[in-house]
């Protein structure tokens, strides 16, 4: 999801009682690359927060993310998201956890919507793996894995413009999804296409904390962590 209400037909149909609209909470940006460079691939690792305890509105849908995209904001460039989504009623948004946990799923914001693969469930307390990848001009793969087994892939061909921006965030559907507790992001590591001594330079971070991103190879390769504030959507 990313930055616009996906229904704005149907909050205007319930009027103020219902927010019908997907919220941002804490956001990371890295990028854009420069030139004609783009990001070639990230890998990352997270331990999921526990779920948000004290939701106000049965509706909400909460979601954790980390993805790559050749534009920050503009809903008609793609943006390749594997995804971690929660609600009170997991099972009414197609995921097969319990409610107190998180499943997550390969994703991809198209131009006509979000493409999810099937949800995993993923166990609380569980490490889960990702790797976004250009594996050629034009075409991403994302890659979930726990234990070293994949458990979600998806691949989008003709992508348009190579992504040019790393972007984390938090959001909630609805805006009521209650109190977020901090994380982290752990292991980031950006591959850009060609090395670029100042990509480092061009992270930016609200409601997040990190004490950067180093590289050991001139700019082609950056390594870092990113934690969460705890975040309140009430
Ligand atoms: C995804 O996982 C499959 C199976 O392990 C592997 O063949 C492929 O190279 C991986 N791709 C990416 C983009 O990580």
């Not at 420069?34 to 990001?39: K, L, Q, R």
């Not at 990848?133 to 890659?143: D, F, L, P, R």
């Not at 989008?156 to 999804?177: H, L, Q, S």
Request: proline letters at 5%; hydrophobic letters at 40%; aromatic letters at 10%.
């Amino acid at each position: 999801m990313r930055f616009t209400s996906i229904i704005p037909a149907l909050a205007l149909t319930l009027g103020a009682a219902a927010d019908q609209e997907w919220h941002f909470g804490d956001v990371v940006y890295m990028g854009p690359t420069s030139g004609s460079n783009y990001i070639k691939k990230v890998t990352y690792s997270v331990t999921a927060p526990p779920v948000p305890t004290d939701f106000s509105q049965s509706d909400c849908w909460a979601s954790i993310w980390i993805g790559i995209s050749a534009s920050q904001s503009d809903n008609s460039v793609p943006l390749m998201q594997p995804i971690f989504n929660w609600a009170p009623d997991n099972a009414a948004q197609g995921c097969p956890a319990a409610n107190n946990a998180w499943c997550v799923a390969a994703s991809t914001l198209l131009p006509d919507g979000q493409t999810d693969e099937p949800y995993v469930a993923v166990a609380n307390n569980q490490q889960v793996d990702f790797e976004i990848n250009t594996v050629s001009s034009g075409t991403v793969s994302q890659n979930v894995s726990i234990d070293g087994n994949v458990i979600s892939s998806i691949t989008n061909k003709n992508i348009g413009k190579n992504p040019t921006y790393f972007i984390a965030a938090d959001e909630c559907f609805t805006g009521k999804c209650g109190t977020l507790a901090s994380y982290t992001w752990e292991n980031v590591v950006i591959t850009l296409a060609t090395a670029d001594k100042n990509f480092g330079a061009t992270l930016s971070m609200d409601g997040a904390s990190s004490k950067g991103f180093t590289t050991s190879d001139n700019g082609l390769t950056w390594k870092g962590a990113i934690t969460f504030n705890k975040d309140v959507f009430a």
